[in-house]
């Protein structure tokens, strides 16, 4: 999830203005999570068994 469409409950502004320091604390985590901090475990288990599944039909093809 972005910041930019959240709304503080502190100070009903939205997160990217970071205008209280609930707002920049919570834009700073959001930052630092990276491009799979928004994802559940169970979507991450599945991104895993997807790969692994097309790793073996790839080396099952070429044997």
């Given at each position: 999830m972005t910041?930019?469409?959240l709304v503080?409950?502190?100070c009903?502004?939205?997160v990217s203005e970071g205008r209280c320091p609930?707002?920049?604390a919570n834009r700073e985590r959001l930052e630092q999570e990276g491009p799979f901090g928004g994802l559940s475990p169970v979507a991450l288990l599945a991104l895993l068994v997807i790969l692994?599944?097309?790793v073996v039909l790839l080396a099952h093809q070429t044997a």
């Open positions: 910041y930019d469409r503080c409950a502190n009903a502004a939205p609930v707002c920049r692994v599944a097309a």
